[in-house]
């Protein structure tokens, strides 16, 4: 079974600084993966995915992520954060037969960004 | 294309009653999920529907709870004789597999909070 692990729960970030959210995922195969934000009373809004192809993926609102294979990781950032950033950003690994995908989330990192 | 829409977007019930909780996918979207998410935790599956039929539940389903896709529209989760364990956000996502993989669409979610 694949899993998802977020080692930051909260990270605190002035805006305008870099960002770097952790993200580890086991699973057997090559992996289907996401990063999803969630702003509070909001459903998940998918920021990238990564299937196949270019270790380096661009998602929307200036987001980019980085599949690194031999360490598991699937880690984002962004150069430059802005306020409406703040959010809670949730890592997952999709894994199915049949033509679906069954999701797992990581616990989520909540990002604060103070002026 | 309206996104994905639950209602109610909050409920507050009593211990021991019934709740039912809809989710209306995008309208050309066969595939429907519905997930539990806890506090300080990220979504988890509960079950898939393709079309009119349930394909899979997670073990996390009690049999307290059930979920129906009539005509393979919209979705009902009904949880019967409530717990307060049964406290979460409930978040339906829908899907239409393009390519490779079949992109989830989350909905706003209900929260649900039983007293």
């Known amino acids: 079974a694949q899993s998802v692990t977020q080692p930051d729960i909260h990270i605190t970030v002035s805006e305008g600084a870099s960002l770097e959210l952790r993200c580890n995922y086991s699973?057997?195969?090559?992996?289907?993966l996401f990063w999803y934000v969630q702003s509070p009373g909001q459903g998940l809004q998918l920021l990238l995915k990564y299937f196949s192809g270019d270790t380096l993926v661009q998602g929307i609102k200036g987001f980019e992520a980085e599949f690194k294979r031999s360490q598991s990781s699937f880690n984002l950032r962004k150069p430059s954060v802005h306020w409406s950033d703040a959010a809670e950003y949730f890592c997952a690994v999709g894994a199915g037969s049949g033509g679906y995908q069954k999701v797992t989330f990581g616990t989520g990192t909540k990002l604060q960004v103070i002026p | 294309d309206t996104g994905v829409s639950q209602n109610p977007r909050h409920k507050i019930t009593k211990r021991g009653q019934n709740v039912t909780f809809r989710c209306d996918p995008i309208?050309?979207?066969?595939?429907l999920y519905w997930y539990r998410q806890t506090l300080g935790q990220g979504p988890e599956f509960l079950t898939y529907f393709q079309n009119e039929a349930q394909l899979e539940k997670s073990r996390l389903l009690s049999d307290r709870f059930s979920a129906e896709r009539p005509k393979g529209s919209f979705s009902t989760l009904e949880i019967q004789r409530t717990e307060q364990g049964d406290s979460a956000m409930y978040l339906c996502?829908?899907?239409?597999?393009?390519?490779?993989?079949?992109?989830?669409?989350f909905g706003p979610g209900t929260r649900l909070t039983v007293t």
């Open positions: 996502a829908s899907s239409s597999r393009t390519g490779e993989y079949d992109e989830q669409y």
């Open positions: 309208s050309e979207h066969n595939r």
């Open positions: 699973y057997g195969a090559t992996p289907y």
